[in-house]
C-alpha cells in the first residue's frame, strides 16, 4: 500500500447512500481488515446511537476500531461514549456543531469541552461552509495549537445542489486550514476518483483523487487559484501523475473522508494505478 492512502477510505457503509444493515457493514468491516488492501481502510464508521447494538454482532474475543459519529446532542455524546464496549476502540469522534447559516461558535465551544474530557480521542468538528467558518476555524487552531486533537470537517457533498462545494470554494476551505495547520476531514460525495457529473442526479462531485492532488499543492505552497484548478480538473494524467510523485510521502493535511463503498474507490485507484504503478485509461 503507498503510504499515501494509508487510512484515506473510512468504512461508512451504514449511511447513505448505501446505508448498510448494521450486521451487514460490521461483517464486511471484518473482510475488509483481513484483506489485501486492509491499509487503505479507516476504521468503521458508526451513528453513536448505534454503539449499544455492536456487541452483540461481535465474537467474545473480537475487537474492531470505530469512528463515533455524533447523531446525539454533544451535550449527550461523553455519557454515550462512556458506555462503549471494552471491544471497539473508539478511534474518532466526529460531530456537527452548526447547521447551515447558523453560528458554529456556541457548538464548537461545547464540543471543545467535550474533547478536553476524552483524554486524547481525536475529534473532529464538522462545520458547514457558510457564515462564521472562518471564525470557527481561527477557534479550532488555537485549541490544537494549544494540545487539543481537534480538526475540522467539511460536507463536500449531498442531497441537494449547495451541498456541493465549488472548487474555489473548497480550494479556500483547503488553503486557510493549510494556513492554520489545521488538519481536516471530509465526508459525502466523494464517490468516484475523478471530478464527474452524476447522470441521475445532475449534481458534479468531486473527485477524491482531485481532493489528494489539490491538498498536495496547497501543502507545497501552491497559490488558490491552482488549487482550485486541480479540484475542478477532469484530466485523469494531469492529477494522477501529481498524487503518483507523491506516492512514498506521508498524506499533508487531509486526514481522509468516510465512504459508504469501500470497493468503489478501491476499483478506481486500481484502475488509475495508484495502487501498482501503472495506468489504464
Not at 53 to 78: K, M, N, W
Not at 101 to 122: H, M, N, S, V, Y
Amino acid at each position: 500500500m503507498p503510504r499515501l492512502l494509508v487510512g484515506l477510505v473510512d468504512d461508512a457503509a451504514v449511511f447513505p447512500p448505501g446505508s448498510a444493515s448494521l450486521p451487514d457493514a460490521v461483517a464486511a468491516h471484518r473482510r475488509h481488515r483481513a484483506a489485501w488492501y486492509a491499509d487503505l481502510v479507516g476504521p468503521l464508521l458508526l451513528p453513536a446511537s448505534a454503539l449499544p447494538e455492536v456487541p452483540g454482532l461481535l465474537a467474545p474475543d473480537a475487537a474492531t476500531a470505530v469512528g463515533v459519529i455524533g447523531d446525539v446532542p454533544i451535550g449527550r455524546l461523553e455519557a454515550v461514549l462512556a458506555q462503549v464496549d471494552r471491544r471497539l476502540g473508539v478511534r474518532q469522534v466526529e460531530a456537527a456543531v452548526a447547521k447551515r447559516g447558523e453560528d458554529p461558535q456556541p457548538g464548537l465551544a461545547d464540543l471543545l469541552k467535550l474533547a478536553e474530557r476524552l483524554g486524547g480521542t481525536p475529534v473532529y468538528a464538522e462545520i458547514p461552509l457558510t457564515f462564521g467558518l472562518m471564525g470557527a476555524l481561527d477557534s479550532l487552531a488555537e485549541a490544537r495549537a494549544g494540545g487539543l486533537p481537534i480538526a475540522a470537517k467539511f460536507r463536500t457533498g449531498g442531497l441537494a445542489a449547495e451541498l456541493f462545494p465549488a472548487p474555489g470554494e473548497l480550494a479556500a476551505v483547503i488553503c486557510a486550514c493549510r494556513d492554520r495547520q489545521l488538519p481536516f476531514k471530509l465526508t459525502a460525495g466523494l464517490h468516484h476518483a475523478l471530478r464527474h457529473r452524476d447522470p441521475e442526479t445532475g449534481f458534479t462531485h468531486h473527485g477524491f483523487v482531485n481532493v489528494l492532488a489539490a491538498t498536495l499543492a496547497a501543502a507545497g505552497g501552491v497559490e488558490l487559484d491552482a488549487v482550485a484548478d486541480l479540484l475542478a480538473a477532469t484530466d485523469a494524467v494531469r492529477v494522477v501523475e501529481l498524487v503518483r510523485a507523491h506516492r512514498d510521502a506521508e498524506r499533508p493535511l487531509w486526514v481522509g473522508y468516510g465512504s459508504c463503498s469501500i470497493s468503489e474507490p478501491l476499483t478506481d485507484l486500481i484502475r488509475l494505478g495508484l495502487m501498482n504503478g501503472g495506468y489504464e485509461a
